[in-house]
């Protein structure tokens, strides 16, 4: 195949051709390849992106519960932005949103989209709660939605901000009003696997049974259908269909 052919069929993908690319620089590769959370680490050689071992068996979990074909994707944390990009680089999913709050990731991921030349890939610093006021400025629900290892932080806020809900039902009405499909669903759901951010802010507002696996599911019964696909370790992977 000419080079030429190959860089048409890029574009019709809304990538932008490769000698208009900007390169990576030593400082944002080494961001991708070794930062917190280590579980989103990974690599781009030639073009290709290449998960470090812990995202690529998060990858193998969650990939076979995308709805096929996949035609839109939104990442609520999406971090060093490698489940949005690998979706538009190597899924050609059509529409791809990363929100996330913490800048380093949300430069990173700006760099890697530029690099690989995703025009069709949107990086954003929002809240949930804002997302869902804005949803159709992004072209309406997605079809699919990642919610990974990121729940908590929801819930009962994080050092990276203190903003929280506090509520599984606020939650999950903001989530519904965001997912026209499936939610793909990966997180700590009991309180003694919670991070001590999270656990203090729990005892100290005197909600600690607020917060369970049981206490989630009753909450979203009643706007998700929600299946169980196994375990990442300890925390269950759920697929939760809009009713």
């Avoid at 030429?4 to 993908?13: F, K, N, P």
């Avoid at 208009?20 to 930062?35: C, H, K, T, V």
């Avoid at 939610?183 to 005892?203: G, P, T």
């Amino acid at each position: 195949m000419s080079l030429a052919l190959t860089e048409r069929r890029s574009l019709r993908h809304g990538e932008i051709a490769s000698n208009d690319r900007p390169e990576l620089n030593q400082e944002i590769r080494a961001y991708l390849e070794n930062s917190y959370p280590n579980n989103h680490d990974y690599r781009i050689v030639n073009g290709k992106l290449i998960p470090r071992f812990k995202l690529c068996v998060r990858l193998r979990k969650l990939k076979p519960l995308y709805p096929r074909p996949l035609t839109s994707l939104l990442d609520l944390s999406c971090c060093k932005g490698y489940f949005v990009m690998q979706a538009a680089h190597e899924l050609q999913c059509g529409r791809v949103l990363g929100i996330d709050i913490h800048q380093p990731d949300l430069d990173a991921s700006c760099a890697v989209r530029a690099h690989l030349g995703l025009k069709g890939v949107q990086i954003e610093k929002l809240q949930l709660h804002e997302l869902a006021a804005r949803i159709n400025d992004f072209g309406g629900p997605f079809q699919t939605v990642l919610l990974i290892n990121m729940y908590q932080y929801l819930f009962f806020g994080s050092a990276r901000s203190a903003h929280c809900y506090l509520s599984h039902d606020e939650i999950l009405r903001h989530l519904q009003k965001i997912c026209s499909g499936r939610i793909i669903f990966n997180n700590r759901l009991e309180f003694d696997r919670l991070q001590d951010h999270c656990r203090q802010v729990a005892v100290q507002k005197g909600i600690q049974q607020e917060y369970s696996t049981e206490r989630f599911l009753e909450a979203a019964d009643k706007y998700f259908q929600v299946t169980l696909f196994g375990h990442i370790g300890h925390y269950p992977i759920y697929a939760m269909d809009v009713r």
